[in-house]
């Protein structure tokens, strides 16, 4: 079948809906329970939809700084390299109402896509989650948060040094009391805002694990066991931003407080309190 000229292809919702059950069964086949195969899938929807915004929005805001003649625009990704959209009819867009009206349509088109991304996060991890100072409502960290944040952690982790001999179940407990600073769209978010810290202070931390993690002279028990655990990275970015929080966190897990002294005195990049 010959489909040189029926344009963009897209796929109707049954295909997509197809799609999402084949996963789900296949989840569920590998051990993988429904609920958890539904967060993960909502999540990386929500993350489309997010990814969508962002693109249309960039559209927007390239049309906003365009010159009023229709030169650039969403073919020519804002650089002016797509072809020309000429007004209705031909002609010249004189008074700039042409050109107004597209950027207009792409901001409605944008500011939709926003709303839909926010709803589709906010169905993922469960209605009415909110974030912020008002957000106090940190319900039990379920068992996909967890794993996320384990998958999060460690290509950090390994950039910097080699897994030690430290039990993993310590590196569960402590990330437990990471995400228990958080509310539920925080949590789902987190990755990103720890690739972020971690690319503030990648010296500091190559210089923190050279000393204090596993291959140096510091035995793996004490003070500055945390250090051999991936966690550790979490923890230094949650000391960074809500030391309050994590403590309390800390303390409620019966936690060593003397980990989270190791690495303050280790110097912890942004460490607070």
Known sequence: MNTAGEGRQ?????????????????LERAGVHSADAEELIGLVEAGVLALAHHEI????????AAPPDGTSGPEGAGDGSGPRAEPR???EDEDGSYAA?????ARTVADALGALADRALREAVGAGAGEGPADDERPPVGRMELERAKVAVLPHYLTFTELSDLDPEVSEQVLTAVL??????????YAGRLAGYVEDHRAELERLFAAYGPGSPIAIHGRYSLLHSPASVAVMERLATVPAALRKEWDAAELPPAWLDGLTTAGAPGARG
Do not use: C, E, N
């Open 89 to 91: 009819g031909g002609g």
């Open 10 to 26: 897209h796929l109707d919702t049954i295909s997509v809906l197809t799609a999402k059950r084949t996963l789900l069964k296949l």
């Open 101 to 105: 009206g597209r950027r207009d349509g």
């Open 180 to 189: 228990g600073t958080m509310g539920p769209r925080q949590r789902a978010a």
């Open 57 to 64: 929005a960039g559209v927007a805001a390239s049309l906003a």
